[in-house]
């Protein structure tokens, strides 16, 4: 069975940098497109980024766009999350979810069709 684990995370002052790792456990992982999520506090869990199975897709909400950028290496079964300039509205709990798809070049940032989930790592950007 996939499992996912997130590392990275840490204490930021803004306009800094910070890279997440997204770790899976067995070759299969390249079945998966991937997304990333965060969760402030008091708030629900959005979906910021994916990358399809191959890599060649990714996409970004508006908040992060130009600033984070997703990547992938299939053969070390890892997805990266570059995060650069960052702002304190960026404080949340990331997490990596994994969505099998028959094509390989989509990708998705809806929670409701991840089937597994990492156990996040905080990122928390503050002077």
């Known amino acids: 069975q996939l499992q996912l684990v997130e590392s990275g995370g840490g204490l930021v002052q803004p306009g800094g940098s910070l890279t997440l790792s997204c770790q899976a456990n067995i070759d299969s992982f390249s079945w998966y497109a991937i997304g990333w999520f965060r969760q402030a506090p008091g708030k629900g869990r959005e979906g910021i980024s994916c990358?399809?199975?191959?890599?060649?897709?990714?996409n970004y909400v508006e908040a992060v766009k130009g600033r984070f950028t997703v990547s992938r290496d299939n053969t070390k079964k890892t997805v990266y999350l570059q995060m650069n300039n960052l702002e304190p509205e960026d404080t949340a709990v990331y997490y990596c979810?994994?969505?099998?798809?028959?094509?390989?070049?989509?990708?998705?940032?809806?929670?409701?069709?991840?089937?597994?989930w990492g156990q996040g790592t905080q990122v928390t950007v503050s002077p």
């Open positions: 990358i399809s199975r191959n890599g060649t897709n990714t």
């Open positions: 979810g994994a969505q099998s798809t028959f094509v390989p070049t989509m990708c998705f940032m809806g929670s409701s069709g991840m089937g597994f």
